[in-house]
């Protein structure tokens, strides 16, 4: 019996949702500029913007360029992020798997699709989506050489150090796998040991 005027506790599979949500969560949060980036190219393709890049292009009432300013200092935020904290959004991915899911298999899958996402989507995706809205007046480099007027909005360096941002999986790539084997180590150590206590 609870006291009055103090809560219930949560139920455990209330308790294992929320751990789900907080793995889903780490896994795709990085990867939203990336996606943001490749909507707003394909809203521009829709909206036959592509021909006149210099031009200001409005998909409805919203006008892209002011969405690309937005969105490009998010990508790259998020890029040095993931460049430099890969270990701790993963291992934020792997508490809410071990505390969300209850089958080893499927724990060791989604770990190992949680590390090949979040260490390659956020550090190459706004590299590629740039790419696909990039051109002939707005060649994007890593040299950061040329400037770049996508729909009437004039981009720069921003767009190029965009590109730069896939270096950084040199260092995220193998940060990401060694925490990867660390939590595939950690998994197999707690099964063992909660094997031995209810054998």
Known sequence: MTEPGASAPMPAGSRRRLWQIVFWLAV??????????????????????????????????????????????????????????????????????????K???????????????????????????MEGLAHPGCRLNEGGVGDCTLFGVAFGQAANALVVMGWFFLVAGPLAFLTFLAYVLIALVLRARGQAIAG
């Open 28 to 101: 795709f949060l990085p990867l939203a500029p990336s996606l943001l980036l490749y909507l707003i190219g394909e809203l521009a393709g829709s909206s036959g913007c592509m021909a006149a890049p210099a031009h200001p292009c409005l998909a409805g009432p919203f006008s892209l360029g002011a969405a690309l300013t937005q969105a490009i200092p998010f990508a790259a935020g998020m890029g040095t992020l993931i460049g430099f904290g890969v270990p701790l959004v993963l291992a934020l991915a792997y508490l809410g798997l071990e505390l969300g899911f």
């Open 103 to 129: 089958r080893l298999p499927v724990r060791l899958v989604l770990a190992l699709l949680a590390c090949l996402l979040v260490a390659f989507v956020p550090l190459v995706g706004p590299a590629t989506a």
